[in-house]
């Protein structure tokens, strides 16, 4: 019965700011690895950021210093706040679950996804 819902996305200009949230219900977040992907059109799933159950977190370099990944364990849900937008941000935004105790950094390795949240960054 795992479940993940994005909200969130939307439409900003350039040089703003946006927070993902992701609620996850059925499983317990603490013991989780949990990341955000993206996939622009055309595009393949691109790794974003990562929070491991260690309390670890991880970057592509594409974002760093400028995205946020979060947890918020007694709400079980996690969040990506986004500042610094730019165009090349534009893409539908994945929350994935892995129940696995590596930090993965590929699509294939997680286990649960959610359905995705629009973020469209505007000149």
């Known amino acids: 019965q795992v479940q993940l819902v994005e909200s969130g996305g939307g439409l900003v200009q350039a040089g703003g700011s946006l927070k993902l949230s992701c609620a996850v219900s059925g499983r317990t977040l603490s013991r989780l690895t949990m990341a955000w992907f993206r996939q622009a059109p055309g595009k393949e799933h691109e790794f974003v950021a990562a929070?491991?159950?260690?309390?670890?977190?991880y970057y592509a370099d594409s974002v760093k210093g400028r995205f946020a990944i979060s947890r918020d364990n007694a709400k079980n849900a996690a969040y990506l706040q986004m500042n610094s937008l730019k165009q090349e941000d534009t893409a539908v935004y994945y929350c994935?679950?892995?129940?696995?105790?590596?930090?993965?950094?590929?699509?294939?390795?997680?286990?649960?996804w959610g359905q995705g949240t629009q973020v469209t960054v505007s000149l």
């Open positions: 994935a679950v892995d129940t696995s105790f590596i930090l993965h950094r590929t699509p294939n390795n997680y286990d649960y």
């Open positions: 929070t491991h159950r260690s309390e670890t977190t």
